[in-house]
């Protein structure tokens, strides 16, 4: 019972209860169908892809990277690569990344790649590795990066500038050895963005 100016109101705890939680689970509720309707309903991934990524349907080549710049294999351009990564502790990295991650099971390594042309050039991966572009033995700046197509396997990119001829890619902080990796040239370069 609550007295008001000299009244009683019948006010139960229950009655409070509810009052309280009737707008809080409409506003869960709410929240729910939104991040719902966000999220893509993928039947299948990898169909229809851009045709961009048309090479990220291949049959990816095994590749094992290196543990030195001098070591590094070489991944085709325009093809996927399935690359296996080392123990981060035994990896020589020619140049310290611009930011370092420590995931439980921390896997780095090195390749190369030959670009055929100087141009605007996107490198997609499965896994949400740090990624460092060597030309002309310096850092190149990245210049935007973001997330693959909707259900796809392509868990992220990373847009570079690059002249044509051989460039080092560094790959670390990567939780586990395994990695999928394809270089492109971007169609329609993506908005600065720089950092990934």
């Not at 611009?98 to 042309?117: F, K, N, W």
């Not at 890619?169 to 990695?179: F, I, R, Y």
């Amino acid at each position: 019972m609550i007295q008001i100016y000299g009244r009683k109101f019948g006010l139960s705890l229950m009655s409070l209860s509810l009052a309280v939680a009737i707008p809080v689970s409409a506003a869960i509720l709410l929240q729910a169908a939104v991040a719902t309707a966000a999220e893509p309903t993928c039947q299948e991934t990898d169909k229809a892809l851009p045709a961009t990524w048309a090479g990220w349907t291949e049959t990816a080549s095994p590749v094992t990277a290196g543990v030195s710049r001098e070591k590094a294999p070489t991944v085709a351009f325009g093809q996927r690569s399935a690359i296996t990564l080392v123990k981060s502790d035994t990896v020589t990295l020619t140049h310290q990344p611009e930011q370092s991650r420590s995931p439980a099971d921390p896997h780095s390594g090195i390749v190369t790649v030959a670009l055929p042309a100087a141009g605007t050039y996107l490198f997609g991966l499965s896994t949400g590795l740090w990624i460092d572009v060597i030309e002309d033995g310096k850092l190149a700046k990245s210049t935007a990066h973001g997330h693959g197509p909707e259900c796809s396997t392509i868990r992220k990119f990373v847009q570079f500038d690059l002249k044509a001829g051989a460039v080092t890619v560094q790959l670390s902080g990567n939780d586990g050895a395994k990695t999928d990796l394809l270089v492109v040239k971007a169609d329609t370069p993506a908005a600065d963005h720089s950092g990934h």
